[in-house]
């Protein structure tokens, strides 16, 4: 079985946001900050003053792979795919598999939105993304 997330005090709202379909990120009240996955405090200025806010879900390619050999055996039956490095307009960035028949089209600056991949028994929710026109 692939994995699926662990939600632990910092990300607890993420992965409820998740659930429902919504990519959250946060925001440093004390310096502005974004911050590209949930924590308890701002690595820039150490600030607990963390406010989440709700993505549009859009962005595009920074860098990608395609992985053709599985890390695991919960991952053998979908080599090849594309690992990726998405920057979302929010200003945060995000590492992903691209989902969808093109995927393995996928190149450097394609824009993309982000879809939900339900996991495990609880059918628990990780974005992904999908390669949009």
């Known amino acids: 079985m692939k994995p699926i997330p662990a939600a632990n005090a910092d990300t607890q ?11 959250l990120y946060q925001v440093c009240g004390g310096c502005s900050h974004t911050l590209s996955y949930p924590r308890g405090v701002c690595p820039r200025c150490h600030s607990g003053d963390l406010a989440w806010r709700e993505s549009s879900g859009r962005g595009r390619i920074v860098t990608f792979s395609i992985v053709h050999r599985a890390p695991t055996p919960a991952f053998k039956a979908d080599v090849p795919y594309v690992l990726a490095l998405v920057d979302f307009d929010e200003g945060f960035r995000l590492m992903m598999n691209v989902l969808g028949d093109d995927a393995l089209d996928t190149k450097i600056g394609d824009p993309v939105e982000v879809i939900f991949e339900a996991r495990g028994e609880a059918q628990d929710k990780l974005p992904q993304a999908r390669r949009t026109k």
């Open 13 to 23: 709202a993420y992965w409820e946001a998740a659930a429902k379909e919504r990519l």
